[in-house]
Protein backbone atom coordinates (compact mmCIF):
# COMPACT_ATOMS: atom_id res chain seq x y z
CA UNK A 1 0.00 0.00 0.00
CA UNK A 2 2.74 2.59 0.84
CA UNK A 3 5.11 2.25 -2.04
CA UNK A 4 6.52 5.43 -2.34
CA UNK A 5 6.69 7.80 0.65
CA UNK A 6 7.43 11.63 1.14
CA UNK A 7 8.95 12.10 4.44
CA UNK A 8 9.07 15.81 5.43
CA UNK A 9 12.35 16.05 8.29
CA UNK A 10 14.01 18.89 9.41
CA UNK A 11 16.49 16.66 11.22
CA UNK A 12 14.60 17.08 15.05
CA UNK A 13 13.69 14.49 17.22
CA UNK A 14 10.38 14.20 16.28
CA UNK A 15 11.74 13.60 12.31
CA UNK A 16 13.56 10.69 13.90
CA UNK A 17 10.58 9.23 14.96
CA UNK A 18 9.04 9.59 11.56
CA UNK A 19 11.46 7.91 10.16
CA UNK A 20 11.88 5.12 12.15
CA UNK A 21 7.71 5.17 11.77
CA UNK A 22 7.97 5.67 7.64
CA UNK A 23 10.44 2.32 7.62
CA UNK A 24 7.90 0.38 9.31
CA UNK A 25 5.20 1.29 7.29
CA UNK A 26 7.45 0.32 3.89
CA UNK A 27 9.20 -2.49 5.58
CA UNK A 28 6.21 -5.14 3.48
CA UNK A 29 7.41 -3.41 0.11
CA UNK A 30 10.55 -2.54 0.96
CA UNK A 31 12.02 -3.97 -2.21
CA UNK A 32 9.75 -2.09 -4.71
CA UNK A 33 9.58 1.13 -2.17
CA UNK A 34 11.09 4.55 -1.83
CA UNK A 35 11.51 7.19 0.53
CA UNK A 36 11.74 11.07 -0.56
CA UNK A 37 13.27 12.92 2.27
CA UNK A 38 12.18 16.60 1.94
CA UNK A 39 14.03 19.35 4.29
CA UNK A 40 12.39 23.10 3.36
CA UNK A 41 14.58 25.81 3.96
CA UNK A 42 12.62 29.31 4.74
CA UNK A 43 14.66 32.29 3.52
CA UNK A 44 16.36 33.08 6.82
CA UNK A 45 17.59 29.81 7.28
CA UNK A 46 18.82 29.87 3.94
CA UNK A 47 20.39 33.70 4.02
CA UNK A 48 22.16 32.21 7.02
CA UNK A 49 23.69 29.17 5.71
CA UNK A 50 25.22 31.02 2.69
CA UNK A 51 26.74 33.42 5.34
CA UNK A 52 28.23 30.67 7.15
CA UNK A 53 29.35 28.96 4.54
CA UNK A 54 29.92 31.15 1.81
CA UNK A 55 27.55 30.24 -1.10
CA UNK A 56 24.32 28.57 -1.95
CA UNK A 57 26.20 25.70 -3.50
CA UNK A 58 28.03 25.02 -0.10
CA UNK A 59 25.25 25.28 1.56
CA UNK A 60 23.32 22.66 -0.61
CA UNK A 61 25.72 20.40 0.17
CA UNK A 62 25.66 20.82 4.00
CA UNK A 63 22.47 20.59 4.19
CA UNK A 64 22.32 17.09 2.19
CA UNK A 65 25.51 15.99 4.28
CA UNK A 66 23.16 16.65 7.29
CA UNK A 67 21.00 14.04 6.12
CA UNK A 68 23.57 11.05 4.68
CA UNK A 69 23.38 9.01 8.14
CA UNK A 70 19.77 9.20 7.32
CA UNK A 71 19.84 7.52 4.14
CA UNK A 72 22.51 5.15 4.62
CA UNK A 73 20.23 4.08 7.63
CA UNK A 74 17.70 3.57 5.14
CA UNK A 75 19.53 2.28 2.54
CA UNK A 76 20.68 0.28 5.07
CA UNK A 77 17.04 -1.42 5.63
CA UNK A 78 16.84 -2.38 2.49
CA UNK A 79 14.69 0.90 0.59
CA UNK A 80 15.96 3.06 -1.72
CA UNK A 81 16.06 6.82 -0.58
CA UNK A 82 17.24 10.46 -1.62
CA UNK A 83 16.86 13.88 -0.21
CA UNK A 84 15.54 16.97 -1.90
CA UNK A 85 16.52 20.12 -0.31
CA UNK A 86 13.20 22.57 -1.13
CA UNK A 87 13.31 26.42 -0.69
CA UNK A 88 10.25 28.67 0.62
CA UNK A 89 8.05 28.81 3.83
CA UNK A 90 7.93 25.39 4.61
CA UNK A 91 3.99 24.60 4.72
CA UNK A 92 3.50 26.12 1.10
CA UNK A 93 6.87 24.42 -0.54
CA UNK A 94 5.98 20.97 1.17
CA UNK A 95 2.09 20.78 0.17
CA UNK A 96 3.11 22.07 -3.43
CA UNK A 97 5.97 19.46 -3.93
CA UNK A 98 3.41 17.00 -1.94
CA UNK A 99 0.46 17.47 -4.83
CA UNK A 100 3.00 18.00 -7.64
CA UNK A 101 4.17 13.98 -7.09
CA UNK A 102 3.06 10.67 -6.95
CA UNK A 103 3.16 9.47 -3.18
CA UNK A 104 1.28 6.79 -1.59
CA UNK A 105 1.66 8.74 1.49
CA UNK A 106 3.48 11.99 3.26
CA UNK A 107 4.51 11.44 6.63
CA UNK A 108 5.91 14.46 8.74
CA UNK A 109 7.01 14.69 12.69
CA UNK A 110 4.78 16.18 15.31
CA UNK A 111 6.30 19.68 16.38
CA UNK A 112 4.71 19.38 19.94
CA UNK A 113 3.61 22.71 20.69
CA UNK A 114 1.09 24.09 22.63
CA UNK A 115 -2.41 25.44 21.83
CA UNK A 116 -1.64 29.06 22.14
CA UNK A 117 1.49 28.94 19.61
CA UNK A 118 -0.49 26.52 17.43
CA UNK A 119 -3.06 28.85 17.24
CA UNK A 120 -0.81 32.31 16.91
CA UNK A 121 1.69 30.45 14.74
CA UNK A 122 -0.64 27.38 12.88
CA UNK A 123 1.93 24.24 12.45
CA UNK A 124 3.06 22.63 9.41
CA UNK A 125 1.75 19.52 10.14
CA UNK A 126 -1.90 20.84 10.36
CA UNK A 127 -1.28 22.25 7.16
CA UNK A 128 -0.60 19.41 5.55
CA UNK A 129 -3.12 17.03 6.32
CA UNK A 130 -5.59 20.38 5.49
CA UNK A 131 -4.33 20.67 1.59
CA UNK A 132 -2.02 17.54 0.30
CA UNK A 133 -3.74 15.33 -1.64
CA UNK A 134 -2.62 12.38 -0.38
CA UNK A 135 -2.59 10.59 2.76
CA UNK A 136 -0.60 12.50 5.67
CA UNK A 137 0.32 10.41 8.93
CA UNK A 138 2.04 12.73 11.63
CA UNK A 139 4.13 10.93 14.10
CA UNK A 140 4.07 12.08 18.19
Do not use: W
Not at 48 to 53: C, R
Not at 113 to 134: D, P
Amino acid sequence: MFKNILLATDGSEHSNRAIDQTLKMISPYKDQGHIELVYAVDGEKSKKDVLKYGDSHTATAKRKEKFLDTIQHIEGQGVKANISILHGEPSETLIEYANNGNYDCVVIGSRGRNKLQTLVLGSVSHKLVKYVKSPVVIIK
